[in-house]
């Protein structure tokens, strides 16, 4: 407890770290409060009646505003589509190819067509969620609603973006990231003290045991989140003049779970689709009414099969786009690195492609695991609400923030010579993008 006590106040100390923290925790308040601002035409009673069943989609990632029916009601959400977009468009795309490697000219360019489209996405979106709004008869004066909401939603998502990059610029921590880690915790309290009434007295005991569940979990997902292969690499002597420099050992870090969340946003978008086309013939065929009700429930067993098989070919899918062995290799001749025992070239990146084959595996078997952990919570009697924090999108995205977070205040600690976040004075992990050994 003294450790921990003296960490804060040496991160508080440092004057630099202390105003990016002040400056993180005040952009965050200014999302917060923006998520309970309704938009101007709805009635908040009716809002507030038929909040349980309205807009449950995105609630757990944007904190409740899409369910309020804010001003923020889309968050930061068409932002991360665009991004996506842009990211598989960069692959497939000769032109966006020669931007990213442009370096930062390709970026900005590559930002701007981002913000464009995060537009285009956000308006197209928010003709959907007005629709859905006036569906619900909550709304005052459909006509004028209609018109102004969809400037006040496309003006709440690009301001939220921009918190986001203060975030990252003037604050601590990836500020995308972190608004959305935020919209998820904020649904914590109120989850946990749901479980805790739901079992009372008597069950006291199991909702203790679902905490230690929930532990276990979490400390898995990190494990999940830091693991890597490290793929030692040499480089040759150089000479300087007279002087004579050996060669350096170095490492390749290649990610257990290089594909991070995406399979699951991936897979999550798909599971929709069975339960749409068998609500096609949903009037004329039992199998099909059978699979529409069989899909339509994320705890039964055929749902969660398909989900898990889905996530891991999505796995393979955005590693094999997000981590390219042909690259590393070439990148490693011109530099004059190669693998022990390994010929420079063709035979470097076969070697890497069977390595990341290999740990691609077991990393996509366990987030296929994760994903459904909710459901099988669920199963135990754990409350829906609840059960969300037991794996899938949302643990993933905590984890990876608090941990990216942490890596920074570690690195402000460790450059002012003192202690880490850990005993050992660094945390674990914090400097895996190139782990050098003499």
């Not at 003006?155 to 975030?167: N, S």
């Not at 890597?228 to 004579?244: F, S």
């Not at 779970?257 to 995406?262: F, S």
């Not at 339509?296 to 393979?316: A, C």
């Amino acid at each position: 407890m003294k450790k921990l006590i003296t960490t804060f106040k040496n991160i508080f100390a440092i004057e630099d770290l202390r105003i990016r923290i002040l400056n993180t925790l005040g952009f965050i308040a200014i999302f917060r409060l923006g998520s309970y601002v309704v938009l101007p035409g709805i009635d908040p009673n009716r809002l507030q009646s038929n909040s349980e069943g309205i807009f449950g989609l995105l609630d757990t990632l944007l904190g409740g505003a899409f369910s309020n029916a804010s001003i923020f009601a889309l968050g930061i959400m068409p932002y991360i589509s665009a991004s996506i977009v842009l990211q598989l468009l960069t692959i497939a795309v000769p032109y966006f190819q020669k931007l990213q490697k442009e370096g930062e000219s390709g970026r900005k360019k590559i930002n701007q067509y981002t913000r464009v489209l995060t537009i285009v996405i956000t308006a197209a979106q928010s003709f959907g969620f007005i629709q859905t709004i006036n569906a619900e008869a909550i709304v005052v004066d459909p006509f004028w609603f209609s018109i102004t909401s969809i400037f006040i939603l496309t003006a709440g998502t690009m301001f939220c973006m921009w918190l986001g990059e203060k975030i990252t610029d003037k604050g601590i921590g990836n500020g995308i990231s972190m608004l959305i880690m935020i919209g998820i915790v904020s649904r914590l309290p109120g989850a946990l003290i749901a479980e805790a009434l739901s079992k009372q007295l008597n069950g006291a005991l199991i909702f203790i045991l679902e905490l230690i569940a929930l532990y276990f979990i979490v400390m898995a997902v990190v494990m999940l989140t830091q693991a890597i292969r490290r793929i030692p690499i040499q480089y040759a002597k150089q000479v300087g003049g007279t002087t004579q420099y050996s060669g350096q050992r170095q490492f390749i870090p290649l990610k257990v779970n290089a594909a991070g969340v995406m399979p699951i946003i991936f897979a999550q978008s798909l599971m929709f689709i069975p339960s749409l086309i068998a609500s096609i013939w949903r009037d004329s065929s039992e199998l099909a009414a059978s699979i529409g009700t069989t899909f339509s429930d994320f705890t039964s067993w055929q749902y969660n099969l398909l989900f898990g098989i889905l996530i891991i070919v999505f796995t393979y899918f955005y590693t094999a786009i997000s981590v390219n062995p042909d690259q590393i290799s070439n990148d490693l001749k011109r530099s004059g690195g190669f693998i022990p025992g390994i010929k420079p070239g063709l035979a470097t990146s076969e070697f890497i492609g069977q390595v990341l084959d290999r740990i691609t595996l077991p990393g996509a078997l366990f987030l296929a695991l994760i994903a459904i952990l909710p459901a099988i919570a669920m199963l135990f009697g754990v409350t829906r609400e609840f059960s969300a924090f037991f794996g899938g999108t949302s643990l993933i995205i905590m984890v990876g923030v608090v941990l990216d977070t942490l890596n920074q205040v570690e690195s402000y600690l460790l450059m002012r010579h003192y202690d880490g976040m850990m005993k050992s004075g660094k945390l674990k992990g914090r400097t895996q993008n190139i782990a050098m050994a003499s």
